[in-house]
């Protein structure tokens, strides 16, 4: 009897171990895919190991889509600005700060027409960095151009200076922002390529992210500097170009398809 | 063996006599720290309070450019932090901002006439979206506080318009 029961019980130890192996091996990438996801935030100053960039490929960009800006206005807090009681709406609306413009360009003579999604370019030699009196306005070693709100004064000169008008000004008091992107009145912002995800670990933007869930992966975020990543692997595979070449920005954003 | 019970049991009246003061002493000090705030609930911030008393402004500056300019974000003098540990909740959950009159941020910095202007840009509540809340839950049990008056006008979809002369492929 008893020894029928130790039979049991150690037949039963074994497929529990058994079980518990199975279920290790099925669970333990996940854990570990998951905990990479959420990684630690940054504990050390970034530095020009990595440049932060993106390919848009406008030929796949599909007309009339704007995940992009959705997804952005979100992530970034944009949505949550206020129309002031009484402003007229065509004014709202060139005031109201948006840091992804989808622009249409069409060629006249082909009437060919494509999509840019037009952001903040984070050019290696920024206009909006050379013009800026107090130097709010500064390249991060990873390539990314921001403003640092705390030294703007307001003036608006980089908006003047930007080549790609992907500058915002902040007209009006904001009542309600995110605790990972402060915005107030006076101060001039654009896109920062989410460095809030950057500093946490984070793989993409948030407007990448949103153009692969629509099916389209015309946004290809990725390290510059990484010649197996896929911003690079995008960039030798496809033809591209700057905007306003002319001007050797020597841009972070590149436009395959116009 | 008796002996030894009755000095276990002097033991543990000493102690609670000593800590008892303390929580006494400690009820005396405390005076802004909102009640129901997760502050409330520590001995301490994170240097000890009278260092905090008069350096926190000095600690938070010197962080504001480690962060925004080197993407230094994991070190405990973060405004963010600050805010997270003091904000006080309303009965239904909703977080009071920090620097409305009475809590603690506004309490002293009204007795000090001083005029802080971190809040123009700084939210005064811990505020989050939802995905960002489940991340901040899964990894530090926080928990979630949607952004206040979250049914903002929308801002327009996307725009077209020219970037400038030339910008024509």
Not at chain 1, 29 to 46: C, M, N, T
Not at chain 1, 150 to 155: A, L, N, P, R, S
Not at chain 1, 169 to 178: D, G
Not at chain 1, 235 to 255: C, F, H, K, M
Request: hydrophobic share 35%; proline share 5%.
């Amino acid at each position: 009897m008893s020894n029928n029961r130790e039979h049991v019980n150690r037949s039963r130890r074994h497929f529990i171990g058994t079980a518990a192996g199975v279920a290790a091996v099925t669970v333990a990438p996940g854990v570990v895919l998951h905990s990479l996801a959420i990684a630690e935030p940054r504990s050390e100053g970034v530095t020009d190991d990595v440049r932060w960039g993106m390919l848009i490929d406008s030929s796949k960009c599909a007309d009339g889509c704007d995940a992009c800006v959705t997804a952005c206005n979100i992530e970034n807090g944009l949505d949550l600005q206020q129309k002031p009681d009484g402003e007229v709406e065509s004014k709202w609306d060139r005031q109201v700060a948006k840091w992804i413009r989808v622009v249409k360009v069409q060629d006249n003579l082909t009437e060919r027409v494509s999509n840019l999604p037009m952001m903040c370019q984070h050019c290696e030699h920024p206009p909006c960095v050379d013009v800026c009196p107090t130097g709010a306005s500064f390249r991060r070693a990873d390539g990314i151009v921001l403003v640092d709100r705390h030294t703007c004064i307001g003036c608006r000169y980089c908006m003047m200076a930007c080549p790609y008008k992907a500058r915002s000004f902040i007209h009006e008091a904001v009542e309600v922002k995110l605790t990972r992107t402060p915005r107030g009145k006076g101060c001039v912002e654009s896109c920062n390529l989410c460095v809030h995800r950057r500093d946490n670990g984070e793989s993409s933007t948030a407007c990448a992210d949103a153009c692969a869930a629509e099916g389209n992966n015309a946004i290809v975020f990725g390290d510059l500097k990484d010649p197996d990543g896929p911003v690079r692997k995008a960039l030798a595979a496809l033809p591209s170009r700057q905007i306003r070449e002319d001007l050797a920005l020597n841009t972070g954003v590149r436009y395959a398809g116009v | 063996m008796a002996n030894a019970v009755v000095r276990g049991c002097l033991v543990c009246v000493c102690l609670v006599g000593v800590l008892g003061a303390q929580a006494a002493q400690a009820a005396g000090d405390v005076d802004l720290v909102i009640e129901g705030s997760k502050a409330a609930q520590l001995d301490s911030c994170v240097e000890p309070t009278e260092f905090m008393r008069r350096n926190h402004m000095e600690l938070i500056k010197h962080q504001r450019d480690e962060t925004v300019h080197k993407g230094i974000r994991s070190t405990k003098y973060s405004l963010a932090g600050c805010i997270e540990c003091h904000v006080s909740y309303t009965a239904d959950e909703t977080p009071v901002p920090v620097d409305a009159e009475g809590q603690f941020c506004n309490g002293c910095h009204e007795f000090a006439a001083v005029d802080v202007n971190c809040f123009g840009c700084h939210s005064s509540v811990p505020s989050y979206t939802e995905n960002e809340a489940a991340e901040l839950a899964a990894k530090e049990g926080l928990k979630w506080h949607p952004p206040l008056a979250m049914s903002g006008p929308e801002t327009a979809g996307p725009q077209s318009g020219a970037v400038g002369e030339g910008n024509r492929p």
